[in-house]
Each structure stands twice: as C-alpha cells, then as structure tokens.
C-alpha cells in the first residue's frame, strides 16, 4: 500500500486529526485561569519587592517581628593591622556586628567555631558585617594573623 497525502481518505483523515488536536489544545487553554482572574495583592508601599496579601492577619507577628528587629545603632570592630578594637563586645540578639579594616594590609574574620567569619580577605577600607541571633560567645581570630583574636559576647 503506497501512502499518498493527495488521495482523498488520507487527506481526510490528516484534517481529522489536525482539527482534533487544534480542539483539543484549544480546550487546554481555555481551562487556565486568565490573568485577570488572579487575586490582586497589595504591596507595602515603597517597597514593591514585599508583598502583603493578608496584613490584619499577621499583625501581631509583625508586631513581634519589630520588637525582635537588630537595632540601627551599628556595632563596629575596628580592624588595625595588629589587633581588634574593642577585643570584646557586647549585644544584645538579634544585633549586627561590623568587622572594618583600618589597617594597611589585608585581614580576615573567623569565628573559632568555623561555622562563621568572612569568605574572603578584606583589603584596606573593606568591611565584614555578621549577624549575631542566639545569645552565646562567639570567639573569633584573623587566620592571617591569628596573634588577633576577639570575642562577641550575645545576650
């Protein structure tokens, strides 16, 4: 039997099968819902990045988020090129720590632990921050000059 597309059962067929699909293709998509159909959600004003679908909802966990917030007074450690000052500080959680360098050469921060302290060296003017959430010591040295060491004392 020779398959001829110009022989009309053949071509029949071909546009049974081509309406078909297009059928059901075309009943696919009619079951997705439109764009317009999605609930709008509001977004925090000036900051479109948040968005807020319920806020009376998580009031008080938004409450309780702001009481918990890391303060706005920035703690720094100076870094110079043979210590770090203060050599210890003291925060309450949760609290940032900003590790600066002062000095002429490159440092580092790492927690003795090793489950914290900055990936790379910090040049000159470069500086490390870390957030401190559980109460605790944290003690830390510069592995480049592990002479320096310090400690963040969390309450």
């Given at each position: 039997?020779?398959?001829?597309?110009?022989?009309?059962?053949?071509?029949?067929?071909?546009?049974?099968?081509?309406?078909?699909?297009?059928?059901?293709?075309?009943?696919?998509?009619?079951?997705?819902?439109a764009l317009t159909e999605i609930p709008a959600v509001k977004t925090?004003?000036?900051?479109?990045?948040?968005?807020?679908?319920?806020?009376?909802?998580?009031?008080?966990?938004?409450?309780?988020?702001?009481?918990?917030?890391?303060?706005?007074?920035?703690?720094?450690?100076?870094?110079?090129?043979?210590?770090?000052?203060?050599?210890?500080?003291?925060?309450?959680?949760?609290?940032?720590?900003?590790?600066?360098?002062?000095?002429?050469?490159?440092?580092?921060?790492?927690?003795?632990?090793?489950k914290w302290g900055s990936l790379k060296d910090l040049e000159p003017g470069e500086s490390y921050s870390?957030?401190?959430?559980?109460?605790?010591?944290?003690?830390?040295?510069?592995?480049?000059?592990?002479?320096?060491?310090?400690?963040?004392?969390?309450?």
């Open positions: 039997m020779k398959f001829d597309i110009k022989s009309k059962p053949m071509l029949m067929l071909f546009i049974l099968v081509a309406l078909i699909l297009i059928s059901v293709l075309s009943y696919i998509g009619s079951n997705k819902p925090e004003e000036g900051n479109p990045r948040v968005i807020v679908t319920e806020p009376e909802k998580y009031a008080k966990e938004m409450e309780e988020a702001a009481k918990n917030a890391a303060p706005t007074t920035p703690v720094i450690v100076t870094i110079s090129d043979d210590s770090f000052a203060p050599a210890e500080v003291a925060i309450k959680a949760p609290s940032i720590v900003t590790f600066e360098n002062a000095g002429e050469t490159s440092h580092s921060v790492r927690g003795v632990s090793g870390q957030q401190f959430d559980v109460a605790g010591t944290y003690e830390y040295f510069d592995p480049l000059n592990p002479v320096m060491k310090g400690k963040v004392v969390v309450e």
